[in-house]
């Protein structure tokens, strides 16, 4: 168990460049989160993956954002356009969904701390 | 909406005392989930303790042991024998009950309490 690793873990971008960010969970984790934290707040949920599903999406998640889990395993985070407002540490969560709901712990990764000049 | 509120930004403590950080939230639901997270600076997140809401006994790992008052929606967090290691940000969450249950998969945050010890 190597735990739920990111890359990158810093990215500093112009303003209106397309940033991809990738969150590798661990390896049995079926479940998949995207949080955004700014400094001085607590993470805030973006969406949530069952698998290859999308099944939970925040209303912060504007159309610039787009997620994808395509075989199930490792997701990207894409923030197209950026903005200053997306200045922010990006984290990624995964978990095991056990057989009753609510049992599954969420096991962050680093974050990827994103910096829009 | 279901909210977490964190009313000690910061807090400090003398090392092997003990200290209580405090969290309140605001729900309807019945049945849900309560957490501490901590962060450590520059290091990720890891899972303090958890609180089944139907439970009502006070859940405890070693030197963290929870307060747990359902009817004050009440969730305050122990740490006793406190440790340098321990200094870190302190974040309470909530969780729904999930989604095949009407609730919400995700887990909502306070805005912290960054706790330090001194030596």
């Known amino acids: 168990d190597t735990g739920v690793s990111q890359d990158p873990r810093h990215k500093i971008t112009k303003r209106g460049q397309n940033v991809t960010f990738r969150c590798d969970p661990i390896?049995?984790?079926?479940?998949l989160y995207w949080y955004r934290q700014t400094l001085g707040q607590g993470p805030e949920f973006l969406t949530y993956f069952q698998n290859e599903a999308q099944l939970e999406k925040s209303r912060l998640l504007s159309d610039r954002f787009s997620a994808e889990r395509p075989k199930g395993s490792f997701s990207t985070l894409e923030i197209q356009r950026t903005e200053q407002g997306d200045s922010a540490m990006y984290l990624c969560a995964s978990s095991l969904a056990g057989m009753s709901s609510g049992t599954d712990t969420q096991y962050f990764g680093p974050g990827t701390r994103l910096t829009v000049l | 909406a279901q909210t977490v509120t964190q009313s000690q930004p910061e807090m400090s403590v003398q090392e092997a005392e003990t200290v209580t950080l405090s969290c309140t939230y605001d729900t309807s639901e019945s049945d849900y989930y309560l957490f501490w997270y901590k962060q450590p600076p520059s290091r990720q997140m890891i899972l303090v303790i958890r609180?089944?809401?139907?439970?009502?006994q006070n859940a405890t790992e070693n030197r963290f042991s929870v307060n747990f008052q359902k009817a004050a929606k009440s969730f305050s967090l122990k740490i006793s024998d406190s440790q340098l290691g321990d200094a870190a940000m302190y974040f309470c969450a909530y969780r729904s009950p999930g989604l095949t249950q009407g609730g919400s998969e995700k887990l909502v945050f306070g805005k912290g309490t960054k706790l330090t010890v001194n030596p």
């Open positions: 390896s049995e984790h079926n479940r």
């Open positions: 609180q089944e809401a139907y439970k009502q």
